[in-house]
């Protein structure tokens, strides 16, 4: 079973072990280069792609500002097609319906659709508590689970694994899950792929219950939409005589032909592909199958009542702002850790969560250099660094309360001498002194002729342990200014 | 037209050079360009580091400093994008009317400098003589928060003696950040020395870009490993003419 990120450290310590492991930050690097060239290729094609997301951040917006008007619909839609809606306020509510779903049909397995929803709430580890096993069938999470392992990306879970360790965890783990991997397997692709495709069928098969998420849920006609690149979700959702749907409130469309617009945002932005491979959609359960949907809050009515973090909400989670992100790259997705990473995680998880109350949540909206490459490749327009800096004054906020951290001293005498030309003309008076000295006796020339200082003590050297620090200059601007009189 | 220089304080404290480039560039094109004393910084370190509250006196010195300039220029993408983006939300929070009408005058006299030269002056070549193998680095907050395009690179084709070449994976964010550079000291330099790569592979003599504190993260990795690159503002390379 996989691992949980509960726990986890908080994010400039959790980076500091991917940014070690060579190997992991070889894969990141190409991973994401490869998916971003691609996707800089399908969205250079379309010449309205600026009008394409103006329209999916306005139609997200829209239910945003009349969720419960559609969230009603919904409910009406989806019970009027024969499907049974249920009404999650956090992750023990959620789990607890899908399980009791299980439970009613004896079902000791569920097979499951990829679905971000699924794994925020931890349902595979509640089932397991409820001795139901789920399986994954996605074939990135099901070398997640296999590995007992942590997902670290929203598309590609397993994108901080090569094949060479792909192979490993289907040799060493798929006997016991179920089938096993066949003998003398290679790491080529292909055959990872195959004997991937061989395992899961047996369960296909094999299950009762299917648990899904939805991509989008269209409150007019009570369609779900699920699209993927596999095929294994066709299965999961067709096959099973149960379907559970977990849906976060916000996946609402209002209007079938809503659909239009994201079915050409979102294939674009994630996988870089111009249409996904399978699009299902269903309203109520298909032939014979009884549907139900577990319509789920959980922390969602939080961060919309967040008047700048609410656009977060219009996140359809295609992952291109991991993609881009320069941090990311570097960290991978354990360092956020939650199944959010990046810099969507960096804004949502504090936003579902709400700051204040644990270190690894208040570190994520620092996890940025804010350079808003994110913003720039957001289908939807999440202004991905205003929330950051938003967050980060949320994080400020919560702990004014509190004894002040030595961060929180510096910022006020900071900002009194930043306030007033007089201060800070003394202040750099002080430098100006200690820049002469350190002149005379800095060793090291930087290229263009500075001195530089040495190594500086804690904090300074936090900077200066891998960059050097140029002598600050004799005079200031301002000094030299008055003293020769311009003015 | 009044014109004000906002020298920013990294640049009046750790930079005086660049200051003095602005103003002789100006000069030079023709701008007599005043240094408001009263002037301290734009509030960017307290803003992005979330202290909201600290930001606000510093705001509106800001404003009070530059009150009656119909230009302020600001050799400084990251200062320029942080007036325009965020002193309203500052002087929002500050629940001062008088302030938010301040501050809905000033942001929008702000320019960066490459903006004054090539929107307002209409100029892009300057006069300058710069004889050095030269890569830019285009700051992420000129680039995306400003929109800055080419104007810069525009400025430095028009020099005479440039030998400039393209830095790879130019517009990858340096990892400074701000008080990101030690908040997450080591994101920050695995991002910098892949920047520093990028520049040593161009082989240039010289790192160009508009923003001192990026520069002075990478100009600091740079001089750490030794590569006798060195690193300098726009500013200065666009002052340069053949008699200094
Ligand atoms: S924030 Fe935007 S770019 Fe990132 S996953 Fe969500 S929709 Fe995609």
């Known amino acids: 079973m996989s691992g949980t990120f509960v726990g986890m450290p908080a994010f400039p310590a959790a980076a500091r072990e991917a940014l070690s492991d060579a190997q992991l930050r070889r894969n990141l690097a190409h991973a994401t280069s490869t998916i971003r060239a691609k996707r800089a290729a399908v969205v250079g094609e379309v010449d309205e792609w600026e009008e394409l997301r103006l329209a999916g951040a306005a139609i997200k917006d829209n239910v945003l500002h009349h969720l419960d008007e559609h969230l009603l619909r919904l409910e009406q839609s989806l019970t009027e097609r024969g499907a049974t809606v249920h009404w999650a306020r956090d992750a023990a509510e959620a789990c607890e319906i899908v399980a009791s779903i299980a439970r009613r049909h004896d079902a000791d397995e569920v097979v499951k659709v990829k679905s971000m929803a699924t794994q925020e709430i931890g349902l595979n580890e509640a089932l397991a508590a409820h001795g139901i096993t789920a399986w994954e069938t996605d074939l990135a999470e099901l070398i997640v689970q296999l590995g007992d392992d942590l997902p670290s990306h929203i598309l590609v879970p397993a994108i901080h694994r090569n094949r060479a360790e792909i192979r490993e965890i289907f040799r060493e783990r798929m006997a016991a899950a179920g089938r096993p991997a066949p003998e003398n397997l290679s790491d080529v692709p292909r055959e990872l792929a195959a004997a991937a495709r061989l395992h899961l069928r047996e369960k296909f098969l094999r299950a009762k219950v299917a648990v899904s998420g939805a991509n989008f849920a269209i409150a007019e006609t009570g369609t779900l939409v699920v699209v993927e690149s596999e095929g294994n979700g066709r299965m999961c959702l067709t096959l099973p005589e149960v379907l559970v749907s977990v849906v976060g409130i916000e996946k609402i469309l209002p209007a079938w032909s809503d659909l239009d617009v994201f079915l050409q945002l979102l294939p674009r932005s994630s996988t870089g592909e111009r249409m996904n491979p399978y699009t299902s959609m269903w309203s109520g359960g298909t032939e014979g199958q009884e549907a139900h949907v577990v319509l789920l809050d959980n922390g969602r009515t939080r961060a919309l009542a967040d008047e700048v973090g609410r656009q977060a909400l219009r996140c359809i989670r295609c992952s291109a702002c991991l993609n881009v992100c320069p ?127 040495g190594r500086l003590p804690w904090p300074g050297s936090l900077w200066s342990n891998a960059r050097d620090v140029p002598a600050p200059p004799a005079e200031s601007f301002r000094a030299r200014w008055r003293r020769e009189g311009r003015r | 037209m009044k014109v004000a220089v906002q020298v920013t304080c990294i640049n009046d404290a750790m930079f005086p050079d660049t200051g003095e480039a602005v103003f002789t560039l100006l000069r030079r094109l023709g701008v007599a360009a005043d240094f408001p004393a009263a002037q301290t910084c734009c509030a960017q370190p307290m803003v992005n580091t979330g202290y909201l509250d600290e930001a606000v006196p510093v705001v509106r010195n800001f404003v009070d400093a530059f009150a009656g300039y119909d230009a302020i220029v600001t050799p400084s993408g990251s200062c320029a994008g942080s007036v325009r983006h965020q002193h309203a939300m500052v002087a929002r929070r500050s629940g001062d009317g008088r302030l938010a009408a301040a501050v809905a005058r000033t942001s929008p006299k702000v320019y960066e400098l490459t903006e004054f030269l090539v929107d307002v002056l209409g100029v892009t070549d300057v006069g300058a003589y710069f004889p050095h193998r030269v890569t830019y680095h285009p700051t992420c907050h000129s680039l995306r928060m400003l929109g800055v395009g080419d104007r810069p690179l525009r400025l430095l084709r028009a020099v005479r003696g440039i030998d400039l070449v393209e830095l790879p994976a130019a517009d990858e964010c340096c990892g400074f950040g701000g008080t990101f550079a030690v908040k997450n000291a080591e994101t920050s330099t695995a991002m910098g020395a892949d920047k520093a790569r990028h520049v040593l592979d161009t082989g240039a003599e010289v790192l160009v870009a508009g923003d001192n504190s990026c520069l002075l993260h990478i100009g600091g990795l740079l001089s750490r490993q030794r590569t006798g690159v060195r690193v300098m503002h726009l500013a200065e390379v666009l002052a340069r003419t053949e008699d200094a």
């Open chain 1, 327 to 453: 941090v990311y790259e570097r960290t991978g997705g354990h360092a956020y850790g939650s199944v959010y990473p990046g810099p969507i995680g960096a804004i949502l998880n504090p936003l579902l969560r709400g700051v204040g109350v644990d270190e690894q949540t208040d570190s994520l909206p620092y996890a940025s250099s804010l350079c808003g490459a994110c913003f720039e490749v957001c289908p939807v327009r999440i202004d991905i660094p205003e929330v950051l800096v938003h967050l980060r004054s949320q994080v400020v906020d919560a702990h004014r309360a509190g004894p002040p951290k030595g961060e929180a001293v510096a910022m006020k005498s900071a900002a009194w001498v930043l306030s007033g030309a007089r201060r800070l003309s003394w202040a750099e008076r002080g430098m100006g002194v200690a820049g002469r000295v350190l002149n005379r006796l800095g060793r090291k020339v930087m290229p263009g002729g500075r001195r530089a200082l």
